[in-house]
C-alpha cells in the first residue's frame, strides 16, 4: 500500500436493508493538490453515525444523498498540512464534514478550530461534537428534566445515548437505559450510574420497565422506536415528554414497521412527543459545549469509545454498529 495515497471510501451501491459491504468501494487516489483559498487536511479521526445510512439512500432529508460513486459523508477531524487560506494554518486542528477518506480539500467554509490542550480531539466528534450535543439539547431543551423524574433512554451505551443518560442523573433524575447486551446493560448501571439497564433482546421489556419503573416514566430519550418505544409508551405519567431523537430500529428494514398505534397514552397522559435535530441549535454549541467540557472535567460525565483503525475498516464497522456491535461512540482512527 502507498502511503501517499488518499484512501477514500465511495457508496458503490444504494444498500436494501442493512448495508453490506459491497455497498461500498475502498479506492486509492492522489492527495488533492491545493489551490488559492483551500487548505489540505490530513484525516486522524472519522465519526461513523447511524445519519450516514440515511443519506444512503435516495431519499429527500434536510441534506443532499450521496451519490453513488461519490466519498461517503461523514464528520472527522484532521491537522491541517498545507494552507492556502490566512484563516487557517499549517499545523492547526479542525473538525469538518469531510467524509470517509485520509484526506480532505477544504475551503474553510463550515470547519470548526479545535484545541488540543483541551483534551483528546476526537472528542470534537463524539462526547464534544455532533453526538454529545443531540444528548445536550434533547434531553435538556426537549425533555426538561426535573430532579426526581424517571427517565428512560434507549440505545443507552451508545454514543448519544451515554450522554442523555449521564446528564439525566446530573439533573437528579432516576434513569434506566435499554440496550442489546448484557455488556452494555452492565456498563450503563456499573460504570455510568445509571439506576438500572434492561436488555431489550433477551428481556420482556414490558415486565422489566414495570420493576425498574414502578412510578412510572416522566421522560423518555428515544434513539431506537419499535417495540421498545410501544412499551414505554404505555407506561408514561401525566405531563410526560418524549424526544425523538431517532428510530434506529427503523433505518434498515425495507418495509418500516407500522406504529406506535397507542399514541391514546399520550391525550391521556397530557404529554409531550417532539422530533428535534440538533442542528437546530446551533446558535448554542458554545454554551453546551462549555458545560459539557466542565462535567467532564469535575468527574461528572464519563464517555466510552469504541475505536478502530484504519479507514478501510471503516464499512464494516459502520454494518457492525447498526448491528449494535459497537459499545459507546464508533470511531476510526484514520492516521
Ligand atoms: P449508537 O447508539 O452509538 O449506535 C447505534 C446503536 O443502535 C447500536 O449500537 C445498537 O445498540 C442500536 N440498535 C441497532 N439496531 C437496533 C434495534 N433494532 N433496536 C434497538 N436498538 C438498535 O448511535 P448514536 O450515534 O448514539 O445514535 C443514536 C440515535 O440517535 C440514532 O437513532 C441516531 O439516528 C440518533 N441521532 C439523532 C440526532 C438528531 O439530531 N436528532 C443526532 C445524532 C444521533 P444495541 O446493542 O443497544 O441494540
Ligand atoms: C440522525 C438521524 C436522522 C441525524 C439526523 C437525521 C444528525 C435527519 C434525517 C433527515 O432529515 O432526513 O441521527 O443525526
Known sequence: MNSESNIKVLLAARPKGYPRNEDFLVIESE????????????????SLDPYMRGRMNDVKSYAPSVEVGDVMVGGAVGTIIESRTSLFSKGEIVEGSFGWQSYALSNGVGLRKINPDLGPIQSSIGVLGM??????????DVCQP????????SA????????AGQIAKIMGCRVIGTAGTNEKVQFIVDELGFDAGINYKTENV???????????????FDNVGGFVTDEVIKRINTGARIAICGQVSQYNLEEPELGPRN???LTKSQAKMEGFLVFAYEARYDEALHRLSKWINQDKLKYKEDIVEGIR?????????LNGENLGKTLIKVS
Open 131 to 140: 453526538p454529545g450535543l443531540t444528548a445536550y439539547f434533547g434531553l435538556l
Open 146 to 153: 426535573i430532579a426526581g423524574d424517571t427517565v428512560v433512554v
Open 313 to 321: 475498516n471503516a464499512p464494516q464497522t459502520f454494518i457492525g454498529m
Open 263 to 265: 399514541l391514546f397514552h
Open 206 to 220: 414490558g415486565t422489566s420497565l414495570n420493576s425498574a419503573c414502578p412510578d412510572g416514566i416522566d421522560i423518555y
Open 156 to 163: 443507552a451505551s451508545g454514543a448519544v445515548g451515554q450522554i
Open 31 to 46: 492527495i488533492p493538490k491545493i489551490k488559492e483559498g483551500e487548505l489540505l487536511v490530513k484525516i486522524d479521526w472519522l
